[in-house]
């Protein structure tokens, strides 16, 4: 063989070794995230069920005190929490030393402050658990049960970017008035034998109060962020307008992503994957009302998308707004580990695995099966919108790999 030939020849064996080894490389990495996708799952799913005790009483930290800790940029508790039943349990039980109208929103709540100093928001029962609530997506009163779901379905996509959330049964008369503000105090009124109030809010009305029976209100408390870390508000990209007959850019121009991924923050970090999360989270749970949304302050787009505000979900188990996937269906890419996580939820996992993780709240039965049952078949809705995107597209273009450390930047 001519040394010309032996030059040519070696050199493409070199190639074919360099190809190999990146390609091997590539497949040892992609399948150890995997397996971690793999392992995370297994310990989300042996750490469902959060018994409510107060083991943590006689240490010397205080609940609060470990949940502020928990906070980073990336997420609000960690993925190994075994403190997390003993700081539901102190939100559960906790004496209710303040009570005041809720912060600035739509809805009907109350700014509650906790022995020890902690607030929480009070969300009251609104609906019984059968009632369906029809027209808009975005229709009738906050559910509080709905944020008591979305919390735990947090934990079981591994997102945790929801603050925590837990049911409550609380004695307005006994616990609420002698705490009340006067402001809150003049909103209350007994309707035949029970005890009510309608508070301040954009839509709260004296003819429309939030019920006890009797004196006994269920309701939902979630715990209030560490005041270190000040949110800041944003526009959702893919908001509604919420004005019939005008469309919002994103419903009519099929090219729309491509203008978002050319802004702050979204041409650049985890944000973007973020709204894809958030889409996919709010599908499931039927949440067409993620008109804002709330990050870390002076983050530059690298804190997560923080999963507030969950209540306008779980109206109508029958309703499947895809409008609301449209982030996804129009970007087509979406986290890897999401997807993995999805994909082991499939064949009825997720809604044996969340109706574990409510099965000791206080509340419980936190959903009723329909809404179990819808949760199941929108997540083959989303599978399959993920797959029509990998065909159109290719897995590599759609299937991002994204795992920012979850600590602090």
Same mark, same amino acid.
């Given at each position: ?51 409510? /005790? ?11 005190? #470990? ?25 559960? *039980? ?18 509650? #402050? ?6 929480? @928001? ?25 944020? @008591? ?226 949760? /199941? ?7 399959? *919108? @993920? ?8 897995? /590599? ?13």
């Amino acid at each position: 063989m001519k040394l010309k030939q032996r030059v040519v020849l070696l050199a493409i064996l070199l190639v074919i070794f360099i190809f190999t080894k990146v390609f091997l490389i590539d497949n040892l990495d992609t399948s150890a995230s995997n397996r971690e996708d793999q392992r995370a799952f297994q310990r989300m799913l042996s750490g469902l069920r959060v018994a409510l /005790d107060p083991r943590l009483e006689h240490t010397l930290q205080s609940p609060w005190e #470990i949940a502020a800790q928990w906070v980073v940029p990336r997420e609000v508790y960690p993925e190994d929490t075994p403190e997390l039943g003993a700081v539901m349990h102190a939100m559960t *039980t906790k004496k209710i030393v303040k009570a005041d109208v809720g912060y600035k929103g739509t809805q009907l709540k109350a700014l509650l #402050i906790l022995e020890g100093g902690q607030k929480v @928001v009070f969300k009251p029962k609104r609906y019984a658990r059968d009632y369906i609530v029809e027209g808009e997506p975005y229709a009738g009163y906050d559910r509080h049960n709905a944020e @008591v779901a979305a919390f735990h379905l947090d934990r079981i996509l591994g997102f945790r970017r929801a603050p925590l959330v837990v049911g409550r049964f609380v004695n307005l008369r006994t616990e609420i008035k002698p705490v009340a503000t006067e402001q809150l105090l003049g909103t209350f009124m007994t309707v035949g034998n029970n005890t009510c109030f309608y508070g301040k809010c954009y839509y709260c009305r004296e003819t429309e109060p939030a019920c006890a029976d009797g004196d006994v209100m269920e309701g939902s408390v979630t715990l209030w962020l560490p005041d270190v870390w000040p949110l800041q508000k944003h526009r959702h990209p893919w908001g509604r307008t919420y004005r019939e007959g005008k469309l919002a850019r994103w419903e009519y121009d099929e090219s729309y992503c491509d203008a978002v991924k050319k802004t702050s923050p979204y041409d650049s970090g985890p944000r973007l994957l973020d709204i894809i999360d958030t889409a996919v989270f709010d599908y499931l749970i039927g949440n067409a009302d993620r008109h804002h949304y709330e990050s870390f302050q002076d983050d530059e787009g690298a804190s997560m998308l923080i999963l507030l505000d969950n209540a306008k979900s779980f109206g109508n188990p029958a309703l499947d707004e895809r409008s609301i996937l449209a982030p996804l269906y129009q970007c087509c890419i979406i986290r890897v580990s999401t997807w993995n996580r999805l994909n082991y939820l499939k064949n009825g996992v997720l809604k044996s695995a969340l109706k574990t993780a409510m099965s000791h709240d206080p509340i419980s039965p936190v959903l009723s099966d329909p809404h179990l049952d819808a949760l /199941d078949q929108r997540l083959l809705s989303i599978l399959a *919108t @993920v797959k029509q995107c990998t065909d159109q597209f290719g897995p /590599d273009v759609v299937l991002v790999e994204d795992r920012m450390t979850l600590s602090h930047l």
